[in-house]
């Protein structure tokens, strides 16, 4: 499995949306679970979402829950995230993340694979 690619962050404006990806090439994981952390400047890194790579599980974090959407494309290379109705406190640098088992989703060092970050940057 090769190291994790992220794209598709910006500049918007509040109430403005998003969808950043992550491919995963060289997937060979049968049971594979996805994540998405965030990091805003002098904060800790915050679990945002995940999602399981072989199944329709999602599960989000209540600050983003029912603004964010995960999914993937057809040949599950690649996670996207929705970002809809952003708001000011959304701004941080985004990863992407891999670990083999739908199981301690918001523990950080769980996930094994990192992509480089994202950054979504939501202006008033």
């Known amino acids: 499995q090769g190291q994790l690619v992220e794209s598709g962050g910006g500049l918007v404006q509040a109430g403005g949306f998003l969808r950043p990806s992550c491919a995963v090439p060289?997937?060979?994981?049968?049971?594979?679970?996805m994540g998405w952390f965030r990091q805003a400047p002098e904060k800790d890194g915050e679990f945002v979402a995940a999602?399981?790579?072989?199944?329709?599980?999602?599960y989000y974090a209540d600050s983003v829950k029912g603004r964010f959407t995960n999914s993937r494309d057809n040949a599950k290379n690649t996670l996207y995230i929705q970002m809809n109705s952003l708001k000011t406190e959304d701004t941080a640098l985004y990863y992407c993340?891999?670990?083999?088992?739908?199981?301690?989703?918001?523990?950080?060092?769980?996930?094994?694979?990192w992509g480089q970050g994202t950054q979504v940057t939501v202006s008033s």
């Open positions: 999602i399981s790579w072989s199944a329709d599980r999602s």
């Open positions: 060289g997937c060979t994981l049968s049971i594979f679970a």
């Open positions: 993340a891999a670990k083999p088992r739908w199981i301690e989703l918001l523990n950080q060092n769980q996930y094994s694979y």
